[in-house]
Nanobody
Framework: QVQLVESGGGLVQVGGSLRLSCAASGRRTFSNYAMGWFRQAPGKEREFVAATTWSGGSTGYTDSVKGRFTISRDNAKNTVYLQMNALKPEDTAVYYC??????????????WGQGTQVTVSS
């Protein structure tokens, strides 16, 4: 099992920045897994945001966040990050981190955090 705990969410104005963190713990080795970030806005399905391979050597992003968001990981700290810049109101959602296989589908991931709220105000 892998337990994931997100932090760093909050309220920010349009154009602002936030850095989300996701700390992993448990009996499974963090560096064995690809890590992803997903988000879910009210009334919408959970959608892929970004992912990184186990080494951090490859990353992927949904088109709407390319150039604004950066995913990274520190395997020594069992932590994955999502740096979010130039935030827009449409980025408002609950953000979830997940551990599993590298991909953009929720079905690729085995373990999920509880989520952290990001609200971008205009």
């Amino acid at each position: 099992q892998v337990q994931l705990v997100e932090s760093g969410g909050g309220l920010v104005q349009v154009g602002g920045s936030l850095r989300l963190s996701c700390a992993a713990s448990g009996r499974r080795t963090f560096s064995n897994y690809a890590m992803g970030w997903f988000r879910q806005a009210p009334g919408k399905e959970r959608e892929f945001v970004a992912a990184t391979t186990w080494s951090g050597g490859s990353t992927g992003y949904t088109d709407s966040v390319k150039g604004r968001f950066t995913i990274s990981r520190d395997n020594a700290k069992n932590t994955v990050y999502l740096q979010m810049n130039a935030l827009k109101p449409e980025d408002t959602a609950v953000y979830y981190c997940a551990a599993g296989r590298y991909g953009n589908s929720p079905g690729e991931y085995y373990y999920w955090g509880q989520g952290t709220q990001v609200t971008v105000s205009s």
